[in-house]
């Protein structure tokens, strides 16, 4: 019987110990767990869901302190006691998330170790046994060391708790052992193996037959029962195989960006699950990183699940040089437990993974393309030009009523951004690459384009940036061939299509027997014949005219 008590009082007490220090470890994962029990379909306790993390954190330092308790025999009658009302108050909430599917992971060992809401149940229960042993057999549980060395040891292992505790939260869990942890691949946890395991459905077939009933179970064949089908319900017995990641997207305006950015190198993101809850003494630092990753030549986006215009406000609040995209909440506070956080990604790969208190020890290395002169004042006004832009096009694209009025006021826009843009060019010339990065680059590009009566005075300036690299060749060349059609004369790259009483063509080429060759010398990737099905259809047969023909 001693001997028993003795293996069973070490078992407990070290699975006490493990199983705190894996939460201890990431308090606020543990703290989400809480507030899905909290939530009003399953305890409807939200009023506890404000003080969750600090619950979280004393139930974890609690619970390694009995182990260490139980272990060397300190409070003896105290500490079963308290145990006793631990295991209780765990195997009620397994067995409520079993008996009921309401929470499909307790928890118990945070991600290290997954597990099924009866498993967890199953292991309470051997514990909750397990314990009224030790109960039973208190009398065999015999203190070690002296009673001062006792005291000691549990007073030490509450500091260390205290400290473990204040550093994961003022930093980042020690071990990560979810999916994001800096090494794993996003996109290689996106699939699913060719030999994983599929769904498997138990099927229940009742039959009529000849006035008796029968019941037949399977996996899904015909029984091919003679009789009358009464009824067939099926039953889930092995789950499908599902990836690590999942729900995991980048989006804005309706758009998928996952793939685009999960193919980016040198991509720095910061993470904001919620901007409510959001520490924002935190977006401080992480300016001051993100600009300097910008200088570098990095790219930099924001993620975060709250709506676009609280993003906006909050870009514009701290100076942020870089858009917000949207992803899923939950999906962001697995990935990095800070709010906000900033991770950097290498064509998907998790290459570092910091909290906002350790921003300033991002580790960035000057990239090709690197801006050290950025100006980020005339980057962030150029962003805004750019919206601005684009703001009643996008609604009159859309086919939205009022269009007149809808363009009398993007015209009183164009005015304004022609304005500043113009008074620009006049004084420092192009704001190209080397001054704003891309794409901002080519903000003043479309300011001009949208202008045309402006285009010949700045279109020497223009041609000159695109030849440096300030702009992609490509503008120059849709710009030029704008201009040369507004002046009645041929174009020289095939941009631009006309319309006259209803018959539609590309606009004459000058020696257009070259001209696709000037095409992909300019960036273009599709000939002048499939640009001409582009702009009017597949149907289009692009031919070459001459100006006398168009006139005519």
């Known amino acids: 019987m001693k001997i028993l008590v003795g293996v069973a009082r070490i078992f407990v007490g070290v699975l006490f110990i493990i199983s705190g220090l894996i939460k201890l470890n990431d308090p606020v994962g543990f703290s989400f767990k ?94 909750l046994v397990l314990i009224l042993f030790l109960f ?52 290689e946890g996106m699939e699913t193996p060719p030999d994983a395991p599929k769904p498997i459905y138990e099927y229940t077939w009742v039959y ?30 092995q789950e499908a195989y599902e990836p690590p990641v999942h729900d995991f997207s980048i989006e804005r305006d309706g758009n998928d960006f996952t793939e685009d950015f999960l193919s980016t190198e040198n991509l720095i993101v910061v993470m904001a699950y919620n901007l409510d809850n959001a520490e924002n003494d935190g977006f401080i630092p992480l300016k001051i990183a993100t600009d300097k990753a910008l200088k570098l030549g990095y790219k930099v986006i924001g993620m975060s699940a709250s709506s676009t215009e609280e993003t906006e406000k909050l870009t514009e609040k701290y100076h942020l040089n870089f858009d917000f995209y949207f992803c899923d909440m939950t999906t962001l506070k697995t990935i990095v437990r800070s709010n906000p956080g900033i991770i950097e990604l290498q064509k998907g790969t998790i290459t570092q993974k910091l909290h906002f208190n350790d921003a300033d020890k991002l580790q960035l290395n000057e990239q090709e393309g690197a801006i050290p002169s950025m100006d980020f004042e005339l980057k962030k006004r150029l962003d805004s030009i750019a919206v601005l832009d684009q703001k009643y096009r996008k609604m009159m694209q859309d086919g939205t009523e009022n269009i007149d009025s809808l363009w009398r006021m993007q015209e009183v826009i164009d005015a304004t951004n022609l304005k500043f843009v113009a008074d620009y060019f006049d004084a420092k010339g192009y704001p190209g690459k080397s001054i704003v990065g891309e794409p901002t680059n080519t903000a003043a590009w479309y300011v001009l384009q949208h ?71 300019a960036g273009y990737d599709q000939t002048i014949e499939e640009y001409a099905k582009l702009l009017f259809g597949d149907d289009f047969e692009y031919k070459a005219l001459t100006m006398e023909q168009v006139k005519q």
């Open 208 to 237: 009529n037959v000849n006035g008796e009933e029968k019941v037949v179970v399977n996996l899904g064949e015909d029984p091919g029962i003679e009789g009358e089908l009464l009824s067939a319900t099926t039953e889930v017995i």
């Open 34 to 127: 809480l507030g899905d029990y909290f939530a009003p379909e399953v305890l409807n306790l939200e009023f506890l869901v404000p003080f969750a993390l600090l619950i979280a954190v004393a139930v974890v330092i609690f619970e390694v302190l009995l182990g260490v308790m139980l272990i060397v025999g300190y409070a003896k009658k105290f500490t079963l006691w308290s145990l006793l009302v631990l295991i209780v108050g765990f195997t009620f909430l397994t067995f409520y998330s079993a008996y009921f599917n309401k929470v499909t992971d307790c928890g118990c060992f945070g991600d290290a170790l997954k597990l099924t809401p009866w498993e967890s149940f199953t292991k309470d229960v051997v514990l």
């Open 451 to 521: 202008n045309p009566d402006q285009i010949e005075k700045y279109l020497p300036m223009i041609k000159k940036a695109g030849k440096e690299g300030e702009i992609p060749f490509r503008l120059v060349a849709m710009m030029e061939d704008r201009y040369l059609m507004g002046q009645d004369k041929p174009q020289i790259y095939g941009t631009q299509g006309s319309t006259i009483n209803g018959d539609e063509f590309i606009w004459p080429i000058e020696d257009p027997e070259n001209v696709n060759k000037r095409r992909v010398e």
């Open 136 to 187: 039973y057999g208190q009398k065999y549980i015999q203190p070690f060391f002296t009673k001062f060395s006792r005291s000691f040891i549990v007073f030490i292992s509450f500091i260390l708790c205290l400290w473990l505790g204040y550093h994961v939260l003022m930093h980042l869990p020690i071990v990560d052992f979810r999916a994001y942890a800096i090494g794993k691949n996003i996109k």
